[in-house]
């Protein structure tokens, strides 16, 4: 089996869609001889902002000089981006490796009368396996959905559970309130474990709280124990001060674009700091070293100028919320151009209320999801806000779309799914590939 045959092989396990429980990975990971057993964890969950924690978290481990073992879903490009070691992507030989050797597991699983694991329990699986053989010292792990019915949730007590924040998202599967979506979430929090969080929802905190109280778990909440002082904040990212619940950091540099990010790297230099009480050893200088070198695509991300174009996964309510105040203070512009492509089970409707009126144009396009639903509806959502609407159901030819109606001092913001804005930033690459083998070629020629 080669990588393209184990990709589709594990795509195509799409179709046994959400199945949540641990009971058949449990069973899985059996088989293997549970090798997760031999690993120690940090474990990340939350609505937004986790992905971007768990890569802090990760990128200062590496520079402290540990090993480290980094998951997180969903990939914009490739499948290998799921699972890192020290930044780098798994091999793609080492996938097929991996698939060849846990399908024979699968039918046998189904053979004896179990359910078929799921694609993402598959790929957890994988990539809990993969961490063991190379023996990684840490592994960070980032919550797929919810919590407690998440796959990644079946790794013994991590040494700290990490809740970012909690909002509304994902309500058909985690609960319609704050407080029950908490509720899934805390599912992380293990006996006697120590958790870090910074939700503020005075809702979920209560849950959190809770759940401490219950498995007698030891809670650490970033705004009692961290402080941030703004030096600079622009669209290059966020120089800042911070005051740790051990030390001071002076002019830490994160490259990643917007205040919220703040926030982020205070939760993840905190756990740091307590994993520094369960005798890890990490000097400020990795912490520095580590948020300066944190790399995150897509996450407000500028490509080229004139116009300049901005690409964000803001992909739920809370994330246009973020996204909406990054264009407000950070990206100077004379008109807007919104670019966006969501799935129709997400809040469309309360994302385009926010952004759509920010914007001179709207471009709705189709994320190429089964879930894009009728995305035609999100031009009609827009039409209430502005009477600049297009549609154009090939991302491609929708990019172009908004390229066009937007002037040298304008800006391109595109927004929505993974689906959508992997493709968008696919192009955006081969465009910028393409710009400078052009102008190579000039300065090439003008030479002659």
Same mark, same amino acid.
């Given at each position: ?266 939760? +993840?230099? %905190?756990?740091?700091? #307590?994993?520094?009480? $369960?005798?890890?050893?990490?000097? *400020? &200088?990795?912490?520095? =070293? ?65 952004? +759509?009126? %920010?914007?001179?144009? #709207?471009?709705?396009? $189709?994320?190429?999801?089964?879930? *894009? &639903?009728?995305?035609? =509806? ?71």
């Amino acid at each position: 089996m080669d990588y393209r045959e184990a990709i589709q092989y594990l795509t195509d396990l799409t179709k046994f869609g959400y199945n949540f429980g641990l009971g058949r990975i449990e069973h899985l990971m059996g088989l293997l001889g549970n090798p997760h057993h031999r690993l120690r964890f940090i474990h990340v969950g939350g609505t937004n902002g986790k992905g971007s924690t768990s890569v802090m978290i990760a990128s200062i481990l590496q520079s402290a000089g540990y090993k480290t073992g980094l998951f997180t879903s969903p990939h914009l490009h490739s499948y290998t981006e799921r699972t890192k070691i020290n930044g780098r992507d798994i091999p793609e030989v080492r996938v097929a490796a991996l698939i060849e050797r846990l399908r024979p597991l699968l039918e046998q699983m189904v053979r004896e009368g179990h359910e078929h694991p799921t694609e993402f329990e598959v790929n957890t699986a994988l990539s809990l396996l993969y961490f063991a053989e190379e023996e990684v010292d840490f592994a960070v792990l980032e919550v797929g959905l919810g919590g407690a019915i998440d796959s990644t949730n079946i790794i013994p007590a991590p040494l700290v559970a990490v809740i970012t924040n909690v909002g509304m998202d994902h309500m058909e599967y985690l609960g319609n309130t704050v407080g029950e979506i908490a509720q899934v979430k805390a599912g992380i929090i293990k006996s006697e474990g120590l958790v870090v969080t910074a939700a503020r929802h005075p809702e979920a905190l209560t849950a959190i709280k809770e759940k401490c109280k219950e498995e007698a778990a030891f809670l650490y909440h970033v705004d009692d124990l961290m402080a941030w002082e703004e030096i600079k904040v622009d669209s290059t990212g966020c120089l800042f001060n911070l005051k740790g619940s051990t030390r001071l950091y002076q002019e830490l540099f994160l490259p990643l674009v917007g205040r919220h990010q703040l926030i982020n790297a205070a939760t +993840a230099v %905190l756990t740091i700091e #307590v994993l520094e009480r $369960k005798g890890v050893r990490i000097l *400020a &200088g990795a912490v520095k =070293e580590g948020l300066a070198n944190t790399s995150w695509p897509a996450r407000l991300e500028v490509f080229g100028h004139s116009p300049a174009i901005l690409i964000d996964v803001a992909h739920n309510y809370d994330g246009a919320v973020t996204l909406e105040k990054a264009l407000q203070e950070f990206f100077r512009h004379k008109e807007l151009v919104l670019l966006i492509g969501m799935l129709a089970d997400k809040e469309r409707e309360k994302v385009l209320r926010l952004l +759509a009126p %920010l914007a001179r144009f #709207v471009v709705v396009t $189709k994320p190429l999801s089964p879930r *894009a &639903g009728d995305w035609q =509806e999100m031009g009609r959502m827009a039409s209430r806000y502005t009477a600049s609407v297009f549609l154009e159901e090939d991302v491609h030819l929708a990019l172009n779309k908004a390229i066009s109606l937007a002037g040298p001092d304008d800006l391109v913001c595109a927004t929505g799914s993974f689906y959508t804005i992997a493709e968008i930033r696919s192009l955006l690459i081969q465009r910028e590939l393409e710009h400078s083998i052009n102008m190579r070629k000039k300065g090439f020629l003008a030479t002659k």
